[in-house]
């Protein structure tokens, strides 16, 4: 139930259903659990005739890194890629190698980098740190679908975004990078109560809407 709220911004301002996926989560249910849920979520999208045109994948942090995972598996499965992504702050690099993960140390008031190694090595479990199916910004983005980032400007993860932007725009992927100044992580889930919020969700509806509006 954590993110029904967001959900809720989000169909309303899109005009589309939505399917929130309950996936396992780690500790209990280490990577590869979330991934593996995830695909067996899309797929099965798929079997009920959706078009893959008609659908966009999104997700905020740690399930923001885990649709661009699932971008990548999709790819690496010969699985059509959806209409496009939309992902809020998404958590690419378990390692922590941003410059931003220091430089807004006291800034970022939600995550920080002991927190985020902490919970990375829960994740992990002994996995690699470069599977780009729990790392996406080690993996190939050449071929996924189109992508809107939104971040916030003071949020330590703010580097993680913009690597993604650049490495998937190199990769000749259609690249929307919006940093939304003085903004917190996932500060969209305030959508309702503070503007900045409000209009940031509003933006993702429209977006999802040109996306799939143009096949």
Known sequence: HSHRKLTAHLAVQSNCNVLSVDYRL???????ASITDAMISYKWLLKQGHAPSKI??????????LSLALL???KR????????????????????TGESMDSKFGIDLMVNRHALGLMAAMFLNGA????PYAAPLNGDFTGIAP????????????????RVAVKAAHAGVSVLLEVFPEMQHVFQAAAGMIPEATDAVEKAGRWIQRTCNNF
């Not at 780690?26 to 590869?32: F, R, V």
């Not at 499965?77 to 922590?96: E, I, N, R």
């Not at 690699?128 to 599977?131: G, Q, W």
């Open 26 to 32: 780690a500790p209990e249910n280490p990577h590869p």
């Open 77 to 96: 499965d010969g699985v059509a890629q959806p209409a496009g992504a939309v992902v809020f702050s998404p958590w690419v690099d378990l390692v922590g």
């Open 147 to 162: 992508l809107y980032i939104q971040v916030g400007g003071d949020e330590a993860l703010l580097d993680d975004s913009t």
């Open 72 to 74: 990548l598996a999709a």
């Open 128 to 131: 690699s740190a470069n599977d």
């Open 56 to 65: 966009v994948i999104s997700g905020d942090s740690a399930g923001g890194g």
